[in-house]
């Protein structure tokens, strides 16, 4: 654990590097990435892969063409982690080829391996012939029965934070910029599709070509194949899926496209082209992830009510705030996230009102609330210290739900009109660049606090972004639909109403969530029997409901939450519903046995990265 002293003195650090120091930004460097990028660089790379379901293994090669920094340079290193090399080639710019000698480096069991490899003085290019293994954490694969048709297996990568390096040996950092084309192989029933320029009715042959032309960070490559169909939203918005989701997906997100215009508006053109929704089965670890073009999306956001569609518009902002001004490593990863989700809300309020986005901020603080609480200090700060650690662990509400406070704040402060200014002023200046918080704090001074002046201080944003924990007096959104619930729970509560007399038909989920998050953590037997009569709360198929309901249900030992539970964990990857479900499980000294049993059936189904967070939940 960090003392208190060391803290202070980090803080102070950062102080004088934000504030004192002349204005040249550092050199941002990457603790998780071997690459030589200040030497070397791949700007532009190749795919060439097949995907053998049977072996379930990539294999094929990738191409890098080299843009030299330093004209000396003698070697390349690349990031790669359980990958199988079969052997390196190089090409001068004549076209000529040649066997490159390389060498493996030892694993660190963050970082994976320094993929070494010679280059002579005319090479241009690189080709790298490899496959990928069972421990290439950025790939999934289910078999057909995991499925949700259920008849054909299925493909896809998760390549953030640094997982793209286990499915691609590459220069692994946000803090560099690649285009990319692919052709890749699959069985002829399936369907391909990536991060790229998908055509909406390719034939179905197994021979897919693909074009990235605009440069993302690598974490963004993506991949996924199956039993993928396609259906159109908008000119510019649409929806694969295995077909059980397609017509449900294309319904429930069918504000995409409004969602696409608002955004343009605010913060200028949206940049990618066409922007589609991928459906995954439900072992997928995220809520969504922003793969450019094709965002992939769980399907435990398709509720028949458009209740939880904020997560469409979360990855959709990514196409600005993230995707087109990117975190240079992930410490930083705060001005990814904090971002969208203030973007996020912002939309939610153009497209869907105020009322309900002043909801979602609110549950959204809560969330937050319950991380900090959770985690140790230094971790609660927006810049992140995680030199030595893995950088999944960057994934709290903090850079999030904090992050996004910060910049409401700043928006109070300034006022609308200012800082829409400043935020697009952001994306304009910095697009397709990455971003660090020093350099952002920079901008920020000279584009806001310097020009108005006595409005913000200095110390009241390096306790934003250094400090601990939520600074005092931190923006809230006031909901009158959430102070209603919270007055009427009161009086159930105090035994002055019945359940009946609540206007349970009128609430929306957002209103179901504060009711259940509200709720005393010691409520009795049979007030929880009450209420599961009353409201089914054990049954919903809303999995925001029934996980809120089990975080209350679990500890108080609640049986007949129990069978569903087992059920949800068998059925659903989600980590952000997964992971907690366990640890309360855990916690429960009458139901650790049952946990155990549960994983034991389940596990073979998750993706490895929500494994590897349960395994730490069971003290793995
Ligand atoms: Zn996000």
Request: with cysteine.
């Amino acid at each position: 654990m960090l003392k208190l002293w060391m803290f202070v003195a980090l803080l102070l650090c950062h102080s004088l590097a934000v504030f004192a120091v002349p204005p040249v930004p550092p050199v941002p460097t990457d603790p998780h990435s071997f690459a030589n990028i200040e030497q070397v660089q791949s700007r532009k790379l190749t795919l060439d892969l097949t995907v053998d379901f049977e072996q379930q293994q990539l294999h094929g090669f990738v191409e890098h063409e080299l843009h030299r920094k330093d004209p000396k340079v003698e070697q390349m290193i690349l990031d790669s982690r359980a990958l199988v090399i079969e052997k390196v080639l190089q090409a001068n710019d004549q076209g000529d080829w040649q066997i490159a000698t390389f060498t493996l480096g030892e694993v660190d069991a963050i970082k994976g391996q320094p993929l070494t490899i010679n280059l002579v003085s005319t090479t241009t290019k690189i080709r790298v012939y490899y496959r990928t293994t069972a421990a290439s954490s950025g790939l999934q694969w289910l078999s057909a029965a995991q499925t949700s048709e259920k008849r054909q297996p299925f493909l896809f990568s998760q390549s953030q934070a640094i997982h793209a390096r286990s499915w691609i040996p590459l220069q692994d950092t946000p803090a560099l910029r690649v285009s990319y084309q692919a052709r890749i192989r699959t069985p002829k029933q399936l369907l391909a599709v990536m991060s790229a320029d998908n055509s909406q009715n390719t034939e179905r042959d197994g021979d897919y070509r693909f074009v990235m032309p605009q440069p993302i960070p690598s974490y963004l490559i993506a991949i996924a194949v199956g039993d993928l169909h396609f259906q159109s939203m908008s000119e510019h918005t649409g929806v694969y899926a295995e077909k059980t989701w397609l017509a449900k997906a294309a319904a429930e997100f069918n504000d995409t496209q409004k969602m696409m215009d608002v955004a343009s508006k605010l913060y200028g053109q949206y940049p990618w082209g066409r922007y589609d929704l991928l459906i995954l089965p439900a072992s997928f670890p995220f809520g969504g992830m922003e793969n450019p073009r094709l965002s992939f999306i769980t399907p435990t956001v398709i509720t028949g009510d458009k209740s939880l569609v904020s997560l469409i518009a979360h990855e959709l902002a990514h196409s600005w705030s993230g995707n087109l001004v990117t975190n240079s490593n992930w410490n930083d990863l705060w001005l990814n996230e904090g971002f969208t989700n203030f973007f996020e809300n912002r939309l939610m309020a153009e497209v869907y009102g105020p009322a309900r986005a002043a909801m979602e901020y609110s549950l959204s603080v809560k969330d937050l609330q319950r991380d900090i609480a959770e985690l140790e200090p230094l971790d609660t700060a927006l810049q992140l210290q995680l030199a030595g650690r893995d950088p999944d662990d960057a994934f709290s509400q903090v850079a999030y739900v904090k992050g996004q406070l910060f910049l409401q704040l700043l928006e109070n402060k300034f006022g609308r009109t200012r800082f829409d200014g400043f935020i697009s002023a952001y994306f304009q200046q910095f697009a397709f660049q990455s971003m660090d918080t020093q350099t952002f704090l920079k901008f920020l001074q000279q584009q806001l606090l310097d020009k108005y002046p006595g409005v913000v201080s200095q110390a009241e944003v390096e306790q934003w972004v250094f400090g601990p924990g939520l600074p005092q007096g931190f923006p809230t959104q006031p909901s009158d639909a959430f102070e209603q619930v919270a007055k009427l729970q009161q009086a159930w509560l105090a035994q002055e109403i019945g359940l009946a007399e609540l206007p349970s038909q009128a609430w929306t989920v957002h209103e179901w969530l504060h009711f259940i998050n509200l709720l005393p953590r010691d409520l009795a037997p049979a007030k929880l029997a009450e209420l599961d009569a009353a409201f089914s709360f054990s049954q919903s198929g809303n999995a925001e409901i029934f996980v809120a309901w089990s975080r209350l249900a679990i500890p108080l030992n609640y049986l007949p939450v129990m069978p569903q539970v087992k059920q949800f964990l068998l059925r659903v990857g989600r980590t952000k519903f997964v992971v907690p479900l366990y640890r309360l499980l855990l916690d429960n000294p009458a139901q650790q046995v049952f946990a155990n049993d549960i994983y034991q059936q389940a596990k073979a189904g998750y993706h490895p990265l929500t494994q590897a967070q349960i395994d730490k939940a069971f003290g793995g």
